[in-house]
């Protein structure tokens, strides 16, 4: 079973901190994946990596980055953070196209509140 | 316009029912077909991936996708309470093969 881990569950964070947010698969993958979810939104996607240290915006980068320097792993960083990035944040992963036609498979997300 | 559209619900059902829940996309190239299960304060699972029209079954779960009508369907037989929860339907393999769409999600109460 492919195995997504994201470090937090929950975390309360203050306005104008810089938040790490990790992400680690057991699946060796090639693409990671971070999304937003707020209710009545449903998924949007912040950002997605095909590969170590590559990486594409999504529909809303905007105040968010990510890394990805090994692999296995994908982060994502709020820089500077604020009110309205309260909210829950999944990870996902999936195979390459040359492992065929993959789904997604998502972490447990991160429940995210900036005070 | 948005590429997938599902109704949010709430769909409350007694134990034992036929489910039915469906979406619609608008893109006729997206040629991959999911439906996810989240239970509150849980991230997203795998229930069905389907890449052609027709029928996949598992177990109590029916995966149905019609492309012609751009319309996916997940039939739940022998509801459970266990299957309270909200699904999301998502759809993919367009132009960009990492770009997948998801419904906002139907939310499914089961009642013993």
């Known amino acids: 079973d492919v195995k997504v881990t994201q470090s937090s569950r929950y975390l309360v964070k203050r306005t104008g901190e810089k938040v790490f947010l990790e992400c680690v698969q057991d699946?060796?993958?090639?693409?990671m994946f971070w999304y937003r979810q707020d209710p009545g939104l449903g998924l949007r996607l912040i950002y997605f990596s095909y590969d170590v240290k590559m990486k594409e915006k999504g529909d809303i980068p905007e105040g968010y980055s990510v890394s990805r320097e090994k692999k296995e792993r994908f982060s994502l960083i709020l820089e500077s953070a604020s009110t309205n990035q309260t909210s829950m944040y999944l990870c996902?992963?999936?195979?390459?196209?040359?492992?065929?036609?993959?789904?997604?498979?998502f972490g447990d997300g991160t429940r995210l509140s900036i005070l | 316009q948005k590429e997938v559209e599902q109704d949010p619900g709430p769909l409350s059902v007694p134990e034992g029912a036929i489910v039915s829940l469906n979406c619609t996309y608008s893109n006729s190239a997206f040629q991959y077909f999911m439906w996810y299960r989240q239970y509150s304060r849980k991230g997203p699972e795998l229930l069905m991936y389907?890449?052609?029209?027709g029928n996949k079954e598992d177990g109590r779960f029916t995966a149905q996708v019609d492309k012609s009508s751009k319309y996916i369907s997940l039939f739940i037989r022998d509801s459970q309470p266990s299957d309270s929860a909200t699904y999301l339907c998502a759809v993919g393999g367009g132009r960009n093969f990492n770009k997948f769409y998801f419904g906002s999600g139907t939310k499914l109460n089961v009642k013993p």
């Open positions: 996902a992963s999936r195979g390459g196209a040359r492992k065929g036609n993959q789904p997604q498979h």
């Open positions: 699946m060796d993958h090639e693409n």
């Open positions: 389907t890449y052609s029209s």
